[in-house]
Structure formats: structure tokens, C-alpha cells
């Protein structure tokens, strides 16, 4: 783990370095006046006890108040500037992180959960902020007093330099040892808090699931072992700390006895004065204080070194898809014409084949349909059209162009995609629609939700296309989802089209509405259409049937039919499953 991993913060810091300067100077001067603090007490108490002088005690007296409120001032002069660097540096930390996440492939995160992509958006971001704000402040503060206090009772009391000398590493020691430990128990009891969490999530994310299969008890079980670890966790924890301040609270105070104790007998020998056994005490206060600051210090700066190496690594990943350096433009008018060349293809090093060896021909303007057993890499192909994936050997070209030689907006901006299970956003049915064309007008909108037979149930929605829908909105069904994600796209009349299944969830009646308004959509587009309807894909130009990631037939309908192979089985397979029997 790199010591330093802090220091990636600097360039996000260095545009506020006028007010961290201006920071570090009352930091300073505020510390100073701390340090004189006990200088200053020493000559008020000499004035009341040794020379009785009532006009010095009322001078000094008010000559602390006026320090203090210049203290105050600066406390708050740093508090706040410091406070507003880190909430500027930790918004645009998450907003940069943000968009990180936004350009990365899908293949990155199907190796992480959303939760800990957000976990690094909200506590790792909040940890970095704690750095920023007050962290290192406090830790600059508590070095300065550290060396000022011990320099001045070295200078000012040598003697009394020496117990204090002794006690000062038992703190010390003390402090590391327990704050070590402390450290691992909130660790564990934050693993554990995680576990519950995500057992939590899971089951309230499903709950139909939970309460149709009535699990209620297992899942309340599964949660409640896991709670109870982490409070096991915590009850360790607790014990430690109170040992820890019962043991440090011990040891200061005897410190501090055996100070008075040495400091009582100089002053009955007359060799040092009331007052400067208080200030010297006042010191040593500080010299503890300080050294204990730091320990706690020392384990918010290893937890801060760990978020932001978490952070920084996600903020240099590089997706694995990505901007050719120098993309190639893209033909502006002409239907595209789609071509694999025997493409190869893996999700990763250890994953089987998903494609193998698949060519396939997409001439401009034709429908080419997708079919076969699910699992067999249909989706695969769209993903890899999309460029969501590179193949693993082979290209896809467009219009004789290698995809990769194309600018990723211009490629993904000329294919309309409606996915297998489309999900909305959470805004109005408008801005759903509008999501590929911020700037449609509402007659836009409204044309392209009736050519997908979506403008009828839209009506019909308690505030039309101003209803609420997603997570916080009116639930629609799969079907009326679909023919929103279908409008979407529409709207942004792309010049390659590939529709994932985006039929199977409508009834038969809406099937074929839907089927005709995507008949007139394809028109003038290169379409490639995955259906396992396969009454759906009939009227394509042609058929390629995919299984297990090979081509194994392909030509129209008709032509398959006749072959009687894999396609004219699945065909009468689901026939037997209509009702026509
Ligand atoms: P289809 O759409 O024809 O049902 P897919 O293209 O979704 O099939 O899947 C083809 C194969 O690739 C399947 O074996 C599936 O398990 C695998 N697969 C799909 N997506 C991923 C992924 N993100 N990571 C690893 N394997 C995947
Ligand atoms: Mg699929």
C-alpha cells in the first residue's frame, strides 16, 4: 500500500491553495497563541499568589480574553476555509468518479456490484472530505504543539523535563496499542454491517419472491446472524475502549500526580514559583494531549490512505472499450451494410467460446433475424454491434470501416437499441421517450409513441406524458415498457436498428401492433432482430440460427423450413405449443 496515495489529491486541491495558504497561516498563529497560553497564566497566577499585585492580575486577565477572541477568530478563519476546500475538492472527486464509472465497459462491472461502486461515490468520498477539512489540519496543529510545548519546557523547565519524559511514552505506547486494535474491531464490525446489508438489500429488492416462496423467517434469520456478528464485533470493540480510557485516563493522571508531586516539592524549596509549576503542567497537558491526537491521527490517516487508493484506482481505470485515437468518419447517408468476419468471441480468458467463427452479412437496408435456443449467443451479437464488447478475434465492419476505427458516440449514435428487458428511468413517460433526444418537441414525442402503439395506454395514464415511472413513479407492465423502449427509439430514428426480444413481453394483440410499427421503422434501416417468437421473425429477408455460438443454418424462412434441420424442429416444436392443435 502506497504511503502516499494522498498526495493524487493535490491536483484537485490546487486550484483552493490561495485559502489552504491563508489557512496555514491562522493555523499557525492560532497554535502560537495556544503555546503562550500557559506563559501567560504563569505570570497571572504569580501576580496573585507571589507579588499580589491586583491591577497585573486585572491587565493579564483581560489580555487573555482578547487573545482568545483573536484565537476564536482564526479558529474560524481556518475551520471554515479548510471546510470549504474539502466539500469543492470532494464534489468534484465524486462528479469526476462519476463520469469515470459512466465511460467504463459494461465487462468492468460485471465484476462489481453497484453497491460498491456507490459505497466509493459516498463513504470513501466522505472519508477523503474528513482528511481534507479537519484531518490535516489537526494533525499539522497537534506536530506544532508537540514540538512547541516540548521545547518550551525543555527551555523553561529542564527539571521537570525528566518524569514528564518517563510517563510521556507509556501514553504513547498505550495509545498505539489500543488504537490499533480499536482500529481492526471497527473494521470487522463494518464487514460484518456490510454482510447484513447486502443480505438486507437483496431480500428487499425481491420481496415478491421472498414473500411468494414465504422465506420471510429465513430471510429475518439469515439478516438476524448476521447483525448479531456484528454486535459481537462491536461488544469486543466496546470492551476495548473502555479499557483503553480507563488505562490511559489511569496513567495520565498518575503523570500528572507525579508531576505535582516533584513540581510541590521545588516549590516548597523555593527553586521555581506557583505559577510556573502550573504553566509547566499546562505544557505537559499539551505534550499529551498532542501525542494522543496523533495516535488517533496515525489510524485516520491509514483509513484515509485506503479510500483513496480505492478511489484512485477506480478514477484510473481505463475502459477496455474506447475511443480510437484517431476515429475515421463515418458515412452520413448511405444505409449502412453490417459485416462479421468470422468473428471469435469470449467474456473473458477463462469463459468458454460464446461466438466461434460466426460471418455473417448485413447487407444495407435488409432484416436479418436472429434465432435458437437461448443461451446459444444472440444477445452476444448485438452487444458486440453495439461495441459493448471487442471481438476476441475476427472485426465487425460497418460500410467496409472496422467499428473500432469509429468514434463510440458516432457508431452508438446511428444504432437503435431496445434490449431485452428495457427498464425506465425515473422521470416522466416524457422524458423516457425524449431520453436518446433531450430536444424533441412534444409533437415529436407524441408521433413516435403512437408509430409504437404507445400513445393509447399513455392517454390513459393519470397524467399522460407527464406521469411519473420508474422507482418512485406508476408501475407499467412489461409489455407497455417495451413499447416505451421501442418510442425511445423511434425518436431517434438510427440508422442501424437491433431489436433484443423486443417483442416477448407483449400480449398477442399488442404483438402484432408493435410488429407493424416496427415493420415501417426497419424500412430504409439495417436491422438485426432477435426473437424467440419465431412467428415474429418470418418476414425477415433472412435467418442465421445460432447454437451454442456457431451459425448452423441460415436463409429465409421458407428455405430453413425445407432444410429440415435445428430451425424446422424448434418451428413445428413451437407450433405443437400453439393452440392451432
Ligand atoms: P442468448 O441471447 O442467445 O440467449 P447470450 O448471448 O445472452 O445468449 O449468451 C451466450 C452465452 O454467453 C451464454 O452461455 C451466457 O452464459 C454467456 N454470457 C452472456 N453474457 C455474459 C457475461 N456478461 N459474462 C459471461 N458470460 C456471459
Ligand atoms: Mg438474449
Redesign the pocket.
Known sequence: MSLFALRKLWPLVRPHRGKVAIAGVTLLFSTAIGLAFPLVVRFMLDAAFVTGNLVNLNTIAVGLLVMFAVKGVLNFLEVYLLGATGEHVIARLRTGLFSRFLDLSPGFF?ERTSGELTSRLTSDCSTLQAVLSSQMAELFRQILYLVGALTLLAALHPQLMLTTAAVAPLVVLIAIFFGRYLRRKSTEVQDRLADANAVAEEALGQIPIVQSFVREDWEADRYGARIEESLRAALSRAWARGLFFGVLAFVAFGGITAVLWQGGRLVLAGQITAGELVSFLLYAVQVAAAITALASLWGSYQQAQGAAIRVFDLMEEKPEIADPPEPVPVPTTAIPEIVFEDVWFR?GPE?PW?LQDVSARLRPGEVVALV?P???????VAALLLRFWDPTRGLISWSGRDIREVALADLRGAIGFVPQEPTLFSGTVFDNIAYGRPDASPEEIEEAARRAHAHEFIERLPNGYETLVGERGVRLSGGQRQRLAIARVVLKAPRILILDEATSSLDTESEQLVEEALGNLMEGRTTLIIAHRLRTVQRADRLLV?ERGCVVEEGSHEELLLQDGLYSRLYRGQLILEPVV
Not at 437461448?374 to 452476444?380: A, I, L, Q, V
Open positions: 460485471t467474456y469463459e460464446a435458437g437461448s443461451g446459444g449467443g444472440k444477445s452476444t445460432l
